[in-house]
């Protein structure tokens, strides 16, 4: 597609249920990101998939997230057993290969625990 | 810790002037990058800066890079009510590593 695409784009879940958040990146692009936002806050890592290295894991929060990429196009953020404390905007970026090019991003899935 | 860090953490200035943002950070980089966020959402990208370089513009946007202090500024000429957004700075440390964004700065312009 033309830009990075991102669903849903709002989700409201109970909290102790798990979520899936999906992402469509630009075809083409080989590096897929994953940041939170919480409200007036920062974007924090979260993970990144470069191609078919291993992915970079060190800012999922803990145990109950995980992310995975298929075939080097969608990826799938899972959030197990959801807390408040994960309410926030989620958001997906691509770009083409490594360094020295900006990302894409998507608009992002506003998850809201209660 | 976070690698970028703008200032100020929020601007608010009349429709027409210029805008000054800057960012710090601490180690080296590769390129420092600056993004637009309106509403809350998905960012834009403004402008990337390599390492070697010192100035870029793009549009109504400039921006320098000082990396003997690791400081870098965006300036925005003649602003309009539509700049008001969040921008961020975010550095790239080596070309295979992954940009780290600041906390941004939140510019309103007022018509």
């Known amino acids: 597609g033309a830009g990075v695409s991102q669903s849903p784009s709002n989700k409201v879940t109970e909290k102790g249920k798990d979520v899936e958040l999906r992402c469509d990146p630009i075809?083409?692009?080989?590096?897929l990101y994953w940041y939170r936002q919480s409200l007036g806050q920062g974007l924090e890592f979260l993970i990144y998939f470069q191609g078919n290295s291993a992915p970079d894991k060190s800012g999922l929060p803990s145990d109950r997230f995980s992310a995975e990429r298929t075939g080097g196009s969608v990826s799938t953020l899972t959030i197990q057993r959801t807390q408040q404390e994960d309410s926030a905007v989620y958001l997906c970026?691509?770009?083409?290969?490594?360094?020295?090019?900006?990302?894409?991003f998507g608009s992002g899935t506003r998850l809201t625990v209660v | 810790s976070q690698q970028g860090e703008e200032d100020p953490q929020a601007l608010s200035i009349q429709e027409g002037e210029n805008a000054t943002m800057n960012c710090s950070y601490k180690?080296?980089?590769?390129?420092l990058q600056w993004y637009r966020q309106n509403s809350g959402r998905g960012l834009v990208h403004l402008i990337l800066i390599r390492s070697n370089e010192r100035e870029k513009h793009s549009g109504r946007l400039r921006v320098t890079l000082d990396t003997s202090k690791k400081s870098s500024s965006l300036l925005i000429t003649a602003s309009r009510a539509a700049d008001t957004a969040s921008y961020f700075c975010?550095?790239?440390?080596?070309?295979?590593?992954?940009?780290?964004f600041g906390p941004g700065t939140s510019l309103s312009v007022i018509p």
């Open positions: 970026a691509s770009r083409l290969g490594t360094g020295g090019h900006g990302y894409t």
């Open positions: 975010a550095t790239e440390k080596t070309s295979y590593d992954k940009v780290i």
């Open positions: 075809s083409g692009h080989t590096a």
């Open positions: 180690t080296s980089i590769n390129n």
